[in-house]
Every structure is written in structure tokens, then in C-alpha cells.
């Protein structure tokens, strides 16, 4: 056994955490200058709910980055220790790879459960945002683990065994394996996932079906559902998505957003949802992903053969390090053309509604509902939000006032 890394690996490996952990500074920094609130921002929101929501996003976006930074830290020392510590691990047979990857997804999440409970309960009914009881949280939880953990064994499993039977093609399959696993997921999760945290109903309002029918069809879109998801059982937030891929596609509305919410604002979330569709930002998003993956694999192809972990079990904890390290330097990236295609959407949901006025209403009493940060700093805008930001939504729409 090897015990002494090849200084090219090192390089490398002390390269992604060196960066990574910059970046992870720079975010601290912009948690700690906090946002610059424009005047316009205080003409919308009032002083106490902007320091209330600030409090929470910032609170809940450290909790973020310290899970990060600990799981670089736990994975390096697990990789470590097994490089430098055990022998080689190869050609296990399929039930012991199946059972050392349970087990070992499995410690990770036990580790990470102090912090997922503050941010996840904790913290949710502190600031008002939730009424679930532990009891139904924690089940929710551990149903989110045993996906999670599923999914993630199966996924690492077959990864191995690519490394064990194809030594020098492993990088380039996966890649096109990952990219099918992305079609699936789209299909199958409002399928199989979805209904195992909430209960789906149609939309029942007769004239909002029609509205939203009669829309569509401005839009050339057919629209195959509009469920109702039982959201207010887990939480005061108000949200809308769109999933799925072809026959499984579907809009869904949280209850609290039917229910509280104007039909004029409903119909402004459906049409922006409608947006996404036209522009086909779930295939993009699935073709981008594919296409980024590859290189990514060739890279970490490199860097194992070189350490001589192909075909290893020992690669395990390097290759997660390695996905969470290049994932959190592609965020920045990913999120600004997420930010972009936002845009297009809530462009398409002002030509289909015709109403402004109304997204200024949706976009204010969306924030209050979910407490969001409307004018986060600049850095942590370029890092985390997949949106833009709640302010810069509501400016784009009043432009449109008047036209």
C-alpha cells in the first residue's frame, strides 16, 4: 500500500480547499456586513420586519455554511485516515459495498442531526414560520434520510463497481449515466417522492381552473395539472414549483398560497411557472448538467488514478469531498444562470397576466410570508439565491406599470 499521496494530487486537493474555504470567508463577510437597505426597499417593507427577516436568513444561511465546512472536514479526515490507515478495498462483493455505504451515509447524517434540528425546527418555530409538531418533523426527517441515504447508496454503488470494471472508461459512462438519472428524477420525483411528505389534490376553484386554462392556451402550453399541495400541516410558507418532464408535469400550489393569497396573485405564480415551461428551463437545466458533469469526472478520474484509488473502496470519502468541494464552486455559477432564467419567467408572467400591479403584491406578501432576506449582499446574492432578489423583482415589475 501507497501511503505517501503524489505531490500533483496534493496540489490539487490543497487547491479546491484553499479556494473553497475563501470563498466560504467571503461569505462570512458579507453575513457579517449585512445588506445596505435602498429607500425603495423601506418603502415596501417596514424596519422591524426587514431586521426580523435579516436575523433569520442570516442565521440560517451560517447554519448552511457551517454544514459545508463540516462536512469537508469530516470527509478529508475519513479520507485521510483510510488512505494512509486501511489496506486496499476492492472487489467487494455487491451486498458488502450495498451495507458500507448504508452504514456510512447513515453516520454522516447522525453527525449533522444537531445542526439540521436548530436549523430545521429549532430555528422555524422561533421565528414563527412553522406550527409542526416534533413528532411529524422528526418523521419527515427521517423519511428525507432514508431517500437521501437510498439513493445516494445506489448512486456510489454503481459508481465503484464503474471504477472496479472500467478502469480507464469509468469517467465518460458515468457521465452519461448521470445525465439519465436526471431525466428519470424529473420524471419520477412528483411521482414518488413528492406524495411521501405531502398529499396532492386538484385545484378545485372552478372559475381560477378556468382562468389558468384560458391562459395556458395564450401561452401555447398544454397544461397536463394544477395540484394543491397540504403544505399548511409543515409550514406557514407561501411557495409554488413546477415539476416533472413530459406527461408527468405538473404546477403545484402550497395551500397556504390558494388560500391566502388574491386570484390575481395565483394567477401571476401560475404564469410564471408557465414561463419556465416555454423557455424549457427543466430540460436545460438537465442538458447543462450533463454536459457540465463530464469534465468534472475526467478531472476526478485523474486525480484518483493518480492517488491509486481506482477500483478502491477508500476513493469513497475523496470522491464525495471532491463533488461537495466542486459543487460549492460551481454555485455561484449555476445560481446566476438559475437567476437569469427567473427572470425570463416572471418577463413571461407580466406578458401573460398583463398585471404588474399584481407581482408587486405577490412578490411583497411572498416575503413577509416566508420571511425572506429582499435585499440580501451582494455576495450572498451571487452565492446562494437562485432568484433574484424579492426587491429587484418588485422594481422590474413596477417598470412595467403604465406600458
Known amino acids: 500500500m501507497d501511503k505517501i499521496m503524489a505531490p500533483g494530487s496534493m496540489y490539487i486537493w490543497g487547491g479546491l480547499l484553499t479556494v473553497c474555504l475563501l470563498l466560504a470567508a467571503v461569505v462570512v463577510w458579507g453575513l457579517w456586513s449585512g445588506p445596505a437597505y435602498s429607500s425603495e426597499t423601506h418603502s415596501f417593507f417596514s424596519d422591524s420586519f426587514l431586521q426580523r427577516a435579516g436575523q433569520f436568513q442570516n442565521i440560517k444561511t451560517g447554519l448552511g455554511l457551517l454544514r459545508q465546512v463540516l462536512t469537508w472536514g469530516i470527509l478529508l479526515a475519513v479520507g485521510y485516515f483510510a488512505y494512509h490507515n486501511l489496506l486496499i478495498v476492492s472487489r467487494l462483493s455487491l451486498l458488502n459495498v450495498i451495507l458500507l455505504l448504508l452504514v456510512f451515509f447513515l453516520l454522516l447524517r447522525l453527525v449533522f442531526f444537531p445542526v439540521d434540528y436548530f436549523s430545521g425546527f429549532v430555528l422555524e418555530h422561533r421565528y414563527g414560520l412553522t406550527s409542526q409538531p416534533f413528532f411529524s418533523w422528526m418523521a419527515d426527517y427521517l423519511k428525507s434520510i432514508a431517500v437521501s441515504v437510498v439513493l445516494s447508496g445506489i448512486v456510489f454503488t454503481v459508481f465503484y463497481y464503474l471504477t472496479v470494471y472500467f478502469t480507464r472508461h469509468w469517467w465518460w459512462i458515468a457521465g452519461i449515466l448521470f445525465a439519465v438519472f436526471m431525466v428519470v428524477s424529473a420524471y419520477i420525483y412528483p411521482l414518488v417522492i413528492s406524495p411521501m411528505f405531502y398529499r396532492f389534490e386538484p385545484l378545485q376553484e372552478e372559475e381560477l381552473k378556468k382562468e389558468i386554462k384560458s391562459m395556458a392556451d395564450r401561452a401555447g402550453i398544454n397544461v397536463e395539472e394544477v395540484l394543491v399541495a397540504d403544505a399548511s400541516r409543515r409550514t406557514h410558507r407561501a411557495n409554488a414549483y413546477f415539476a416533472g418532464m413530459g406527461g408527468s408535469r405538473r404546477i403545484v400550489l402550497y395551500d397556504n398560497l390558494v388560500e391566502n393569497f388574491s386570484k390575481e ?101 411572498l416575503a413577509e410570508a416566508n420571511l425572506a432576506q429582499v435585499e440580501p449582499h451582494p455576495v450572498i446574492r451571487a452565492v446562494y439565491y437562485s432568484h433574484p432578489p424579492i426587491i429587484e423583482r418588485i422594481q422590474m415589475a413596477r417598470s412595467k406599470e403604465g406600458q
Not at 396573485?265 to 414561463?275: F, N, P, Q, R, Y
Not at 401573460?352 to 411583497?364: I, Q
Open 265 to 365: 396573485e395565483i394567477l401571476t405564480v401560475v404564469a410564471h411557472e408557465m414561463g419556465h415551461w416555454k423557455y424549457s428551463h427543466m430540460v436545460k437545466g438537465v442538458v447543462l448538467g450533463a454536459v457540465a458533469v463530464v469534465p468534472v469526472l475526467f478531472v476526478l478520474y485523474r486525480l484518483i488514478g493518480a492517488m491509486g484509488l481506482a477500483g478502491d473502496l477508500r476513493l469513497l470519502p475523496w470522491a464525495l469531498l471532491f463533488f461537495s468541494l466542486v459543487s460549492f464552486l460551481a454555485m455561484p455559477v449555476q445560481n446566476c444562470i438559475s437567476r437569469e432564467w427567473e427572470r425570463q419567467a416572471d418577463r413571461e408572467a407580466l406578458h401573460l397576466t398583463g398585471k404588474p400591479g399584481a407581482m408587486v403584491e405577490l412578490k411583497t406578501n
